[in-house]
């Protein structure tokens, strides 16, 4: 049960709660599109992989009930940014330099930014669930959130 009641704005219940703060509730929906738009450098299959993999971490019951990360990544791209987001999770205190740096063997800088961005937006959005007490997402929830998945543009 949300810790928190929910006002009218938003789609999601945590975007209910951040609704009693509507100018908050407008950037954090600009920079969610923006990191999703057609501007993406990242794949929008690799940022759910990552999505899914923080997911396990954060304690946000919605998050999690979204679906879990696949078994095998299917290319190195997704299986170094899925590790790195689980390194992160695990204590994003412990990052080296030498982790950060074989992000540039699979990706460019612009992706390597958007990657850190993804990662630290994604976090931040499911602690703020687990914060709040979400629940796991509807099935008609869960297929809202896989169109718009899928609707992505791809780099």
Request: net charge negative; with cysteine; hydrophobic share 45%.
């Amino acid at each position: 049960m949300l810790r928190i009641p929910p006002s009218e704005l938003g789609d999601t219940s945590a975007d209910r709660v951040m609704g009693h703060r509507p100018e908050l509730l407008a950037v954090w929906d600009a920079l969610k599109h923006a990191l999703g738009g057609s501007s993406s450098t990242l794949s929008p299959e690799l940022k759910e992989q990552v999505r899914r993999t923080l997911a396990l971490r954060t304690g946000c019951e919605f998050c999690a009930s979204l679906g879990r990360p696949a078994a095998e990544q299917p290319d190195p791209k997704s299986s170094l940014a899925v590790a790195f987001a689980e390194a992160v999770a695990t204590d994003h205190t412990a990052i080296s330099d030498a982790q950060v740096k074989v992000l540039f063997e699979e990706f460019t800088i612009p992706q390597v930014v958007e990657l850190l961005i993804w990662i630290a937006f994604e976090y931040a959005g499911q602690m703020f669930g687990a914060l709040i007490g979400d629940q796991p997402a509807t099935a008609d929830e869960r297929a809202a959130f896989e169109a718009s998945v899928a609707a992505q543009p791809r780099p």
